[in-house]
């Protein structure tokens, strides 16, 4: 009988790529599984509880970092080579962040003041993010061109030909208060996805980032992983969870997207499955540390390149088998696999016409887009996150900018000491 929750679990033992490379055999992986199923355990009493955010921060730091940072140094220890060492700390580093932060956000949700969703935009779409992970609307047609001159300049500049890179990921970073932001905001709140976002999250939003993205046919970011190892590009290819809870994600197509023009998928399905907060967040940070040009030189334009180079697919299997992934882990699968077909069974492609609205939820979702065999896909990609995340940084900023202002001071008058000193000795 197929699994209910499957654990999306690959063995790269048997994978063509990984096979014949050299294996370390001294991890103690129950162990590790049990730090990590405790980390967990920790988190989600945390998260219930539904406290003040500075007692779930005190939680945290009692409950949850010591058992991190012991699991970094047991991992650090018996890594290869410094530069593996030095990024997987980082990694940890960085999760343990992310994870504080999420906890933060998911605490500060029992101060969300529901207002009742106005309007049948909202509620549709909230019924549907709730059930699915996803909500999909529909522009308004003066809306949708409104927002189409405001992105025609870049458009124009963004052509295959005009760009750098035609091969890699084609992108246009909009600024919070630019026109193109202001009318894609406008859209989100006209359609009910904004609302609808709101009370799902149940947390107040704000926009985290806006740009605008081409797909077509000749981009090759995603292809080609393991073709050394005789491999075709994965069916599943680019599949993934998103690493933060705190942003909830939005599509807006300017173009008409068809099943050859790279629409967003998404599986449901997956919403439910069970896997860990701390594996997941560090598996983000993880791809992001390894994933930095200093530390593989790859030059090329595949967008994992630890995956790619033979060196850091090395590095790669010297980790614990519970780390041996990707969040981007789709790319991974053999074509024909039973894990394969289910997800490609699983995940609904979402076809429509220019002014296609999607919200869904990527941090519990598996979803990926983009991929073109025909034609093309022009889309704005909006971010929506928690204003209480971008509070709690501002309060870590000043709590750092402080810091340095009691360093500064101390300085200085240990300064005028040594100098008093010499004159009078
Ligand atoms: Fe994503």
Partial sequence: MEALFPTLEIDYDEHPAFRNLARASSWNDKQLEAWIGEIDLALDYIERLQIRVREAESHYRDAVLPKIEALAAYVGQQLPGTALRKAVAKAFKLCGDEILLDLRCKNERRLFDSRPLIG??????????????????????DDLRRLQERTHAEREAMRPGSAADDAGRNVHAYGQYDPASRRAVDILRKTGIWGAAEKYKRLRLELAYCALELSNEGQTWYRDCYSDAGLPTSDTAYLHYDGNFSVIKALIYLN?????????????????????????????HLDQALGERRYHGYGGTYYRPRFKLTSTRNDFASLPRCFRSSSHFGDDLLNGSPMSKRLLEAERPVTGPAGTCILFDGYGGLHRGGLVTKGERWVINVGLQAEAASRFAQRYRRKLREGVIRFTKIAGVYSILKRLRRVFP
Wanted: with cysteine; charged share 20%; net charge negative.
């Fill in 120 to 141: 049948p935009g909202e509620l549709s779409c909230h019924e549907s993010i709730h059930e699915t992970g996803l909500a999909i609307a529909k522009a308004d047609t």
């Fill in 256 to 284: 008409d997207v068809d099943l050859q023009a790279g629409p967003f998928r998404y599986n449901s399905q997956s919403l439910k499955w069970k896997r860990s907060v701390f594996t997941n967040t560090l598996l983000v």
